[in-house]
């Protein structure tokens, strides 16, 4: 069995937060460059030019690309042949988030209940998804969710009867409510499928797949720039400021459901849709 340092997904974890912050995916910059080509409001042209321009600041003077550094999400593959030494997991994931938010300068945004709202001081705890895989190494990817964003999401029980035209009108409307609430130009995560909780945790896990990469079922890869196109119809443009550029992408994760079931959740991020991950190798234990 190969085993892997908590201080290792505590460095880890830390410098993710400190990039995924700081430094815009090359997918989001080739996306917003590519819109920026064919938008057609001069004043949507100017603000996808300022959001570039904002982007490459960040990244050269390493500081933050938003003033809302988000709630920390991670999702977490755990190899089933690796063992995690020198402390619990969970802890190092959450030790790692709170040295990141330290270190890198990031604003602390949580609270320590919903109700009871003073704040913990170190964006910690993050949300933390797991899930176990085969293998000896360690998956991490971390997405910090800012709430301007994260508040416009949505989640709706459906009937099977009401079929996909319910399902795509709803998840339509979710983003024209929204309007510039969430800082377009977005990403639309939809999640459809299993539970109430599995339908929103599939629309979350959506957002990371990179801009440009569609499913790999034929018919959701068609129903996704359906979406994109009667999205970007909206004409709520860049920063709510008018045009066609509301979308980056719509992306769908599916998952089978109950017979009585049709649940459908969407997820939206604003367009740094923030996200960076790592694979940490297990080493061979020295008492083998």
């Given amino acids: 069995m190969k085993e892997i340092h908590v201080n290792e997904v505590i460095s880890a974890v830390e410098r ?42 960040a990244a050269k003077e390493n500081i933050p690309i938003c003033q809302d550094t988000g709630m920390a999400v991670l999702f977490v593959e755990v190899g089933q042949d690796l063992h995690i030494i020198g402390g619990d997991l969970t802890g190092a994931l959450n030790e790692g988030v709170r040295r990141g938010y330290e270190k890198g300068f990031l604003r602390k945004s949580i609270v320590k209940d919903p109700f009871n709202r003073i704040n913990t001081g170190d964006n910690t705890p993050a949300v933390i998804h797991y899930e176990i895989v085969s293998g000896d190494k360690i998956g991490i990817a971390i997405a910090p969710k800012g709430f301007g964003s994260e508040n416009m999401g949505a989640l709706k029980m459906f009937k099977p009867s009401d079929g996909l035209p319910a399902v795509k009108n709803f998840i339509v409307e979710t983003v024209d409510k929204a309007g510039p609430n969430p800082c377009p130009p977005i990403v639309v995560g939809v999640g459809l499928g299993g539970t109430m909780e599995k339908a929103a945790y599939l629309a979350k896990k959506a957002l990371l797949r990179p801009i440009g990469e569609s499913n790999p079922v034929e018919e959701y890869a068609r129903l996704e720039q359906e979406l994109l196109t009667k999205i970007n119809h909206l004409g709520i443009g860049p920063q709510g400021f008018g045009g066609r550029t509301t979308a980056l992408a719509v992306n769908i994760e599916v998952f089978p459901t109950h017979i009585a079931g049709l649940p459908a959740a969407v997820n939206i991020n604003c367009h740094v849709t923030r996200h960076r991950q790592v694979v940490l190798e297990g080493r061979v234990s020295s008492c083998e």
């Fill in 16 to 57: 993710l937060c400190i990039e995924a912050n700081c430094i815009l995916n090359q997918d989001v910059i080739d996306a917003l460059n590519k819109a920026l080509g064919i938008e057609e409001s001069s004043q949507g042209r100017e603000v996808l030019q300022q959001l570039l321009e904002n982007a490459e600041i």
